[in-house]
């Protein structure tokens, strides 16, 4: 079992997001990530665990109403298998 609660992105969270994101082959720029969490500040949703430490990452990203970024489904290896994934990733969706 892990203890952990689903959130929105805050951007002192960038660097461990872009940490969780590369073994996924997701090569976020600290930049890119606070452009996308100005247009849509919910769009981004991080797993994190009681300890403050991001296990997971998902996003959706509204630009307008006609561009949406959906995508970076992340977990880290470890905390795979506990339904974090589909947590962040079904949040995102329905957000």
């Not at 997701?26 to 919910?42: H, I, R, T």
Request: charged fraction near 20%.
């Amino acid at each position: 079992m892990v203890n952990y609660t689903i959130r929105a992105l805050r951007p002192e969270d960038i660097p461990e997001v872009i940490e969780v994101a590369l073994p996924s082959t997701y090569q976020y720029s600290k930049e890119s990530l606070l452009n996308w969490n100005k247009y849509d500040p919910e769009g981004i949703i991080v797993a994190v665990l009681d300890s403050g430490k991001i296990i997971g990452v998902s996003a959706t990203v509204i630009h307008n109403g006609e561009v949406a970024f959906g995508g970076a489904f992340c977990v880290l290896e470890a905390y795979r298998h506990f339904d974090v994934g589909h947590k962040v990733r079904q949040l995102c969706i329905y957000v």
